[in-house]
């Protein structure tokens, strides 16, 4: 049987919150088999849980965000995208601020973190999300159009193109595909760092973004370059983000899906859109789970066992 995963300890750490800059402490807790991922805000009294739902996202400005009775919890993609990569579907966030800690700017040390507490196999069967029809939604835009899709695929891919005009960015790929029947999601895509452009800085600033950004916690160019001394990770580490905050912001859905995802310049609020769209329509998806490990997509065989960090 695919058993559902939890860690096995407690680990924790600390850091500052890419948007708002305030330091914030973070505890990775074990959960019960079918708690799914809650984050909980224990700076507040009482102390308010809010589970991560598709649902429940709010404010997509340059980051998910959970929303519930005025509280909010930013920036959770990268660690959801470490838990749909590393298989955990149980799990405690506790914060005791608004945002997650950006920390190196990917998702590489929420992986780090999950390794270091443990992962636990619970006696409850893993359930995962099969879509069964394809399901497409677009944003039109002065430059042409943005669009994400979901479609029936035998394992999980991720297609993704970005179209940016800035020389550094045209010098490295902008299209790449992932499947995790051959990819290893801790190689190939945990170490993507978020990315921004020096002269939006004014403006993210004015309207509360990015206060806690920098060279360490992000990629940053200037009009012609890569200003970061280190220079990038991944020859394609542009699109890889994208992946990689495309994997977390589909893990809002509850559970790991079984499907090919294709997108062309989409970010949180489409990816957002898309995964809303499909919990819409029930007839597009089905619950499955593998009571028989050798009866499931060589995807999940793959992807759920731990690589070496």
Known sequence: MLKQRSLKSVVRAAGVGLHSGVKVR???????????????RIDLDPVVDLPASALLVGDTRMCSC???DGVRVGT???????FAGLGIDNAFVDLDAAEVPILDGSASPFVFLVQSAGIEEQSVAKRFIRVTQPIEVRESEPAGEKWARLEPYDGFRLSFSIGFNHPAIDRTGQRVTIDFAEHSY???VARARTFGF???VEWLHENGLAQGGGLENAVVLDEYRVLNADGLRYGDEFVKHKVLDAIGDLYLLGHPLLASFSAHKSGHAL?????????ARREAWEYVSFQDRTLAPQTVSRWLT???F
């Not at 973070?26 to 909980?40: D, K, N, W």
């Not at 959770?76 to 470490?82: T, Y």
Request: aromatic content about 2%.
């Open 76 to 82: 959770i993609e990268h660690l959801m995208s470490a």
């Open 26 to 40: 973070m505890s990775l807790r074990p959960a019960a088999p079918g708690t799914g991922i809650v984050f909980r």
């Open 186 to 188: 801790v190689r190939e």
């Open 271 to 279: 990816n957002n859109a898309l995964a809303r769209a499909l919990l």
């Open 66 to 68: 959970l929303e519930r």
């Open 198 to 200: 020096m002269q939006e």
């Open 306 to 308: 731990l690589p070496a």
